[in-house]
Each structure stands twice: as structure tokens, then as C-alpha cells.
């Protein structure tokens, strides 16, 4: 179960620097990271990947007072492309919620440290300093109707989760409860001390500070790797 929002993140934060941001790699080497979790032990039964349709409207910047068409936006073509490429890709199951404008725009964490330190001042703020707030829909739900319905109906031995958050946990306790191995992925982030009480395990294929290049994607037609093996989550 992967949570596509938390993926692509991790994924720019360590992959960013060194290359251009490509859809389709990206969604390569998702499909890659799963199937490496699945391991000859087991058999892959789905990849669930949890993601929001790309914001599509149109905003007006408040420092430019210009529109901005966000479906025109590099953001929303990569976005469009991932999830068209994983439509593709065997055994995934896509799990789309929608993106909402809160309808307010936030100053980047960096130049409000500027700010308040006195470096800049609020004159100094220019239109790329600023974003549009948005909040995913939905998200949460679905996973954990998925986890649940995975354990309950006793469709999988294994769940693996690639996320950062520790809003699966109240899923991840029943399924643990029914007797499911649940392995979280957090990408090589740092986890919060008290989430490892509500794993089974923890497992990365990612390593930020000396990771060059994910593997070469395996066979799509041999999908029959390791078992019981979704991966989800949320926001």
C-alpha cells in the first residue's frame, strides 16, 4: 500500500537534486520498490496506490494579483502522467481521492524564518514565496477500509505500507489483531519513536544519503512474487 503523496515527496527530497523529474520513472521505480518488498517467500496479491486527482482550477497569486491556470502547471503534468502510467502497470489498483483549496495561501517555512528573524520584511515577499493551501479528500478512508477489508477477509498474510504519517494506526491495530504482519516503509525518514509499537516490522529499499539510483524494474508479467503484500496509505 503505498501513499502517493508521501512517495513523490521522499522522492524529490532525495532523487530531486541529482535528476529531472521524469512521470514515468517515478512510476517505475514505485512499481520497482513494491515488488522488491514482496521478496520469493511470497506472492504479490495487489499494489494499492493512494493518491489525489491533480488540483485543476484556477487561483489568482495574492503578491502578483496574476491568475494561475494549475492545470498548466509542471505539478499537475507529472502528477497526470504517474497515475496514467501506473493505469498500466499489473496488479495496481488505484485508489483516487480529490484535492480541495482551503482558498488560503501560505508563506514557505523558509521565508517565514527570514521573516521572523528580520532578515525581510513583508515587502520583501515575492509571488514564488507563497503557495496555495489544498487538503487531500478522502484518502484516509479508503485506506483504511482497505486494510480492514484485507485483514477481515483474510485476503493477505502481509501488508506493507510506504508512508510517513501515523494516521494508519488505528488500521494497522486491527489488522495486527487479526493476525496480519504489517511492515511499514517510511522511505528512510525518521519514524516516530512510539509507531514502532503498532508495526511488525520496518523496512526500507531507499537510503537518502547514499542512494544513486533505484534497481531495474522487474518483469511485469511475473507478478507472482512474494504473497499477500498490498501497500497503502493515506492523507
Not at 487479526?178 to 509507531?195: C, K, Q, R, S, T
Amino acid at each position: 500500500m503505498i501513499d502517493g503523496g508521501f512517495f513523490i515527496k521522499r522522492y524529490k527530497a532525495i532523487y530531486g537534486k541529482n535528476e529531472t523529474l521524469d512521470g514515468v520513472k517515478i512510476a517505475k521505480s514505485l512499481y520497482t520498490i513494491a515488488h522488491r518488498h514482496v521478496r520469493r517467500e511470497n506472492t504479490l496479491y495487489r499494489i494499492f496506490y493512494y493518491d489525489c486527482h491533480p488540483f485543476d482550477k484556477k487561483m489568482q497569486n495574492p503578491i502578483s494579483k496574476r491568475g494561475i491556470d494549475y492545470k498548466n502547471t509542471d505539478e499537475y503534468k507529472l502528477h497526470t502522467l504517474i497515475i496514467e502510467e501506473l493505469k498500466r502497470k499489473r496488479k495496481v489498483a488505484l485508489r483516487l481521492g480529490t484535492l480541495k483549496s482551503t482558498g488560503g495561501w501560505n508563506i514557505y517555512p523558509r521565508k517565514l524564518k527570514e521573516l521572523f528573524s528580520g532578515k525581510i520584511t513583508f515587502n520583501d515577499i515575492t509571488p514564488d514565496d507563497v503557495y496555495l493551501e489544498l487538503q487531500q479528500k478522502g484518502i484516509d478512508m479508503k485506506i483504511g477500509i482497505d486494510i480492514a477489508s484485507l485483514a477481515l477477509k483474510r485476503f493477505v498474510d502481509k501488508i506493507v505500507l510506504i508512508s510517513g504519517d501515523s494516521d494508519f494506526v488505528p488500521a494497522a491495530k486491527l489488522a495486527r489483531r487479526e493476525g496480519i504482519d504489517f511492515v511499514l516503509d517510511p522511505m528512510g525518514a525518521n519514524v516516530e519513536p512510539n509507531l514502532f509499537e503498532h508495526i511488525d516490522g520496518l523496512e526500507s529499499f531507499v537510503y537518502p544519503k547514499r542512494a544513486k539510483k533505484i534497481p531495474a524494474t522487474p518483469n511485469q508479467n511475473n507478478s507472482t512474487a512474494p504473497h499477500p503484500n498490498p501497500k497503502q496509505n493515506n492523507n
